[in-house]
């Protein structure tokens, strides 16, 4: 946990300084990622990560059993979790792509997943929201807190979120939302599919 809280820090100094988190080596991730396709939907058991590792909370298509969940190589933490702050959720652009934009205070409290996941799990999230371009989303520490079967549980997490300055209302498709839906990841396109 100590590893957890550093790592933490960390982001939040890198955050403030207008950096965001690195992304590792190609090499890296490509050996974590060898046997399943980058853009498989496949349910495949996750691997069993140590405690300490990154937690990330995750609402929009990194969620089990959604669009992107193969990049999500972690471990999921039981029952559901919420945002302590109101964030804006929209669905974005000809690719319907979830946004949660970095507004608290605005907006709703997001319903998502928690996961516990290792540094490569973490480089591949990274490669896939493209924190390092111009327009990508960024890696962001969050407050969450548990509901249902989790209730209790509070933590501070990392997040995939976008901007503000990249907001552009005109482009919002549906939102502000609570909750990223199965009904809404039908209407999402991959970067691949729409060009």
Do not use: C
Not at 34 to 55: F, I
Not at 65 to 80: H, K, L, S
Not at 105 to 128: H, K, N, P, S, T
Not at 140 to 167: L, M, N, S
Request: charged share 25%; net charge negative.
């Amino acid at each position: 946990m100590e590893q957890f809280e550093q790592n933490l820090l960390q982001s939040i100094d890198e955050m403030k300084r207008g950096e965001f988190a690195a992304v590792h080596a190609p090499e890296q991730i490509e050996a974590h990622l060898r046997g399943r396709p980058m853009d498989s939907s496949e349910a495949t058991p996750k691997a069993s990560t140590p405690v300490g590792s990154n937690l990330v909370f995750v609402f929009g298509t990194l969620k089990e059993g959604y669009p992107n969940f193969a990049t999500n190589r972690g471990r999921r933490i039981p029952g559901d979790f919420v945002t302590r702050e109101r964030y804006p959720l929209y669905l974005m652009g000809e690719r319907f792509s979830p946004w949660l934009v970095f507004l608290p205070g605005a907006g709703e409290r997001i319903v998502g997943q928690l996961f516990e996941v290792d540094d490569a799990a973490l480089a591949a999230m990274d490669l896939l929201e493209r924190i390092d371009a111009s327009d990508g989303y960024r890696r962001v520490p969050i407050a969450v807190e548990g509901v249902g079967d989790a209730v209790g549980q509070r933590q501070t997490v990392h997040a995939y979120v976008k901007p503000p300055e990249q907001f552009d209302v005109t482009q919002a498709r549906l939102g502000p939302l609570a909750e990223y839906t199965m009904a809404h990841a039908k209407l999402y396109r991959s970067r691949g599919v729409v060009s």
